[in-house]
């Protein structure tokens, strides 16, 4: 069975800095990955996934993610933030062939100018 | 337009009172779900469908049900409802590839309230 954790559920950064967000993951099978984002009363976006292609995965907005495996890690990171990157993202685990998918807490990220 | 439609949007209901809240997608995709997202505990899967007249649980499915008769469509019922399934609903849709998730497209969400 798969499960997920975001080590930080809240991240401030000044704006133009980098953003850290942490994800730790543990999978029996070769799991695919994803990050998604969503802005307060919105839905859910994807920003990147990871299905056993490229360790470095870019995704929309500037965001990348490296798959660990060595250390089941998925962290996501943009190496500037903007004022829009303010709001919440979810690390997101599934197992091949198994179809259940396991959310982490979430990591809220505030934005200071 | 490709989209998943949830409806209602906003439910207020008593304790007891049977709903269900539809689910739509337009994608032809083969994997349909249900979510519940509660402060501090992210979204978590009540059920999932991989075709139709497949489904099953998730991780809280006590208290809900679901069917599948058709590809595009996955309502969600609540037979009984009670105060602790007030929450914020999401429905997502998503094909499989290889036996792997591919990317899942979410509603907008169903806000019920439980009194």
């Known amino acids: 069975a798969q499960s997920v954790t975001q080590l930080d559920s809240h991240v401030s950064v000044s704006e133009g800095t980098p953003v850290l967000l942490r994800c730790n993951y543990s999978?029996?099978?070769?799991?695919?990955l994803f990050w998604y984002v969503q802005h307060p009363n919105k839905g859910l976006q994807l920003l990147l996934k990871?299905?056993?292609?490229?360790?470095l995965v870019k995704g929309i907005n500037g965001f990348e993610a490296e798959f660990k495996k060595s250390e089941t890690s998925f962290h996501l990171t943009k190496p500037s933030a903007h004022m829009s990157d303010a709001a919440e993202y979810f690390c997101?685990?599934?197992?091949?062939?198994?179809?259940?998918?396991?959310f982490g807490a979430g990591t809220t990220v505030t934005v200071r100018a | 337009e490709a989209q998943v439609t949830q409806n209602p949007r906003y439910l207020i209901t008593v304790t007891g009172k049977k709903l269900t809240v539809t689910c739509s997608q337009n994608?032809?995709?083969?994997?349909m779900s249900w979510y519940r997202q509660d402060p501090g505990l992210g979204l978590r899967q009540i059920y999932y469908?991989?075709?139709?007249?497949?489904?099953d649980k998730g991780d809280v499915p006590e208290g809900y049900k679901v069917s599948r008769k058709e590809k595009r469509n996955f309502p969600l019922i609540l037979e009984s409802p009670s105060p602790n399934q007030t929450s914020l609903y999401f429905c997502?849709?998503?094909?499989?590839?290889?036996?792997?998730?591919?990317?899942?497209?979410f509603g907008p969400g169903t806000r019920l309230l439980v009194l």
């Open positions: 994608m032809n995709h083969e994997y």
């Open positions: 997502a849709s998503s094909s499989i590839l290889a036996g792997l998730q591919e990317t899942q497209y």
């Open positions: 997101v685990v599934s197992d091949r062939g198994d179809y259940k998918l396991s």
């Open positions: 990871y299905t056993s292609a490229a360790t």
């Open positions: 999978s029996s099978y070769s799991p695919s």
């Open positions: 469908s991989m075709n139709v007249e497949v489904t």
